[in-house]
């Protein structure tokens, strides 16, 4: 028999157990070979694309109690963002106007700086240079129209300054660093590292290995309330995207340390250039100011009409807006923020905030809901408008609280001295008054008289009411009537007023006695 003969027949001989053929043995071997090399490459790959650390590793204890419907919050506020755009694309397009329309002029008092430092000279020209480039600021994707119209896109936008960090998180948005990481990234906490301290820590300037720079507050390690802030802040702002919102990039959870990690937001607070440090750069011009405020109009409208639950902020103040190097205000310090459903108000015993500018119903009672905001965001744009403290006791009796000295002024007709004297070029009188009523009814203390964030939004971007009309509506004692209804943009700003009661507007408006078309 030849040697091709006895393979064959070896092959074809049948063996135990089965009584299968040999060749059938060797062919079904390689294949469970086969298949198990297949089967391990890939275990393999899905181990080596799995995060190192997981929250299953961390002690329950640890972890942060963040909604897991957090994914489904996203579609679902995708949804009401698309909706709110719809309905504000007038408001964006009134914005777009008013801003290329602005943005050449811009800071112009911080080009002529006081300051005759070249540093700071070199800064607020770049600043300016910045500023007009950025006429096309409608169409940055933070116009709050436009930061809804491109929420969809932020995720990608937003991941690319983050390329290279070590851990993505499990809560559907940001990352989760080590202590090492934010270590790392700030010289170990080193004391030149601190840019302030506040009620509930510290924070360091940072940058993390891939460039990236970065604010990081470590909670102080005062056990419950550094939990709760953390737990707020993570909650609230987490998963949120708005130009006019500080940015949250990510958390660090290790033993008992607890720390945010936020975009860097490189140009100080609003509180430093009306009244502090940064002072020695120069003055804000009115325009820089609008800017600033309206940015926070649109983030708190953001907050509050946008998104479920809605966001009610509770420590609006000019320390926590914070500038970039456009101007454009960034609304940052979550940790006192309330989650709020639709139509929902909430009583509390403990009264947060910051004394000057809570709202009156919710010092008094502990009654809020997204109105105490406007109240606070009234006092900062009087803050804006005068560069007065909302309380100054270094100030005579009577201008102590700016809301009431305010008040005087605007009542005795007197509107045009509150603007801040340091500012080299005065604000139209039609934009002052403008800014005055739209703060002044953000602060009636009716709460239920006080307008939307949305609808201060709008009132802010109105374009100017021409002057005849102005005075022939002062005369009239601007009556209202349904003709209102169907006034252009312009007028949207006292249409408000107008759809609240038939009395003159002068009474409208937080019982003053003043007419407010005529103030001037
Ligand atoms: N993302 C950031 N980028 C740059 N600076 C920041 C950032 N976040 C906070 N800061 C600065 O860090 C300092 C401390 O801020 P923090 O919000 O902790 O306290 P605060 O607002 O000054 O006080 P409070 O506790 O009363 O709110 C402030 O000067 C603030 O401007």
């Not at 007028?491 to 507007?505: A, C």
Request: with cysteine; hydrophobic share 35%.
């Amino acid at each position: 028999m030849s040697t091709g003969e006895t393979l064959r027949a070896e092959l074809s001989s049948r063996t135990p157990p089965f009584g299968l053929r040999l060749w059938i043995v060797i062919g079904i071997s390689i294949w469970v070979v086969i298949f198990f090399i297949l089967g391990f490459m890939c275990l393999w790959s899905i181990y080596r694309r799995k995060p190192k650390k997981s929250f299953d590793k961390i002690p329950v204890s640890q972890i942060p109690d963040v909604s897991k419907e957090i994914a489904v919050d996203e579609v679902r506020e995708h949804a009401v963002v698309e909706n709110f755009r719809v309905q504000e694309s007038h408001a964006i397009s009134v914005q777009e106007k008013h801003y290329e329309k602005d943005s050449g002029k811009m800071l112009a008092h911080l080009v002529r700086s006081k300051s005759s430092d070249a540093d700071n000279l070199s800064q607020c020209s770049s600043v300016y240079q910045c500023d007009r480039a950025g006429s096309s600021y409608s169409g940055d994707e933070g116009s709050s129209g436009n930061a809804r119209r491109h929420f969809s896109q932020y995720a990608t936008v937003s991941a690319s300054p983050l390329v290279g960090l070590p851990e993505f998180s499990h809560l559907g948005w940001g990352h989760w660093f080590t202590l090492r990481d934010l270590e790392h990234a700030t010289n170990r906490f080193s004391k030149e590292n601190v840019i302030g301290e506040g009620g509930y820590g510290v924070v360091y300037r940072g940058r993390l290995i891939n460039g990236t720079d970065v604010a990081i507050k470590k909670l102080l390690n005062n056990m419950g309330q550094a939990e709760k802030e953390f737990r707020v802040e993570v909650e609230a702002i987490g998963h949120v995207r708005h130009k006019n919102l500080v940015r949250l990039l990510g958390y660090c959870v290790e033993g008992i340390h607890r720390m945010l990690v936020y975009e860097y937001v490189n140009n100080g607070n609003l509180e430093q250039w009306l009244h502090g440090a940064m002072r020695q750069h120069g003055v804000l011009t009115w325009e820089a100011r609008m800017k600033v405020v309206l940015g926070i109009a649109k983030a708190l409208a953001y907050l509050h009409e946008a998104i479920e639950p809605k966001v009610v902020h509770r420590d609006i103040k000019s320390s926590n807006i914070l500038i970039d190097e456009e101007f454009n205000g960034k609304l940052s310090d979550f940790g006192l923020a309330k989650m709020l459903g639709a139509g929902k108000s909430h009583i509390t015993t403990r009264v947060m905030g910051t004394f000057g500018y809570v709202a009156p119903e919710y010092a008094n009672t502990g009654l809020l809901n997204e109105k105490s905001d406007v109240y606070s965001f009234g006092v900062l744009l009087l803050e804006a408008v005068t560069g007065r403290d909302p309380v100054d006791y270094g100030r005579p009796a009577n201008e102590v609280h700016l809301v009431e000295w305010l008040k005087m002024m605007v009542g005795t007709r007197r509107a045009e001295e509150v603007v801040d004297p340091d500012m080299e070029v005065k604000p139209t009188i039609r934009a002052l008054k403008r800014a005055l009523l739209v703060a002044l009814r953000c602060v009636d203390p009716d709460s239920e008289k006080r307008p939307t964030m949305g609808h201060v939004v709008r009132m802010l971007e109105a374009e100017d009411v021409p002057s005849r009309e102005v005075d022939r509506r002062s005369r009239r004692g601007n009556t209202a009537n349904a003709d209102t209804e169907s006034k252009t943009s312009s007028s949207e700003f006292e249409i408000s007023g107008d759809r609240r009661d038939s009395g003159p507007s002068a009474r409208r408006l937080l019982d003053y006695q003043y007419e407010p078309l005529s103030l001037f």
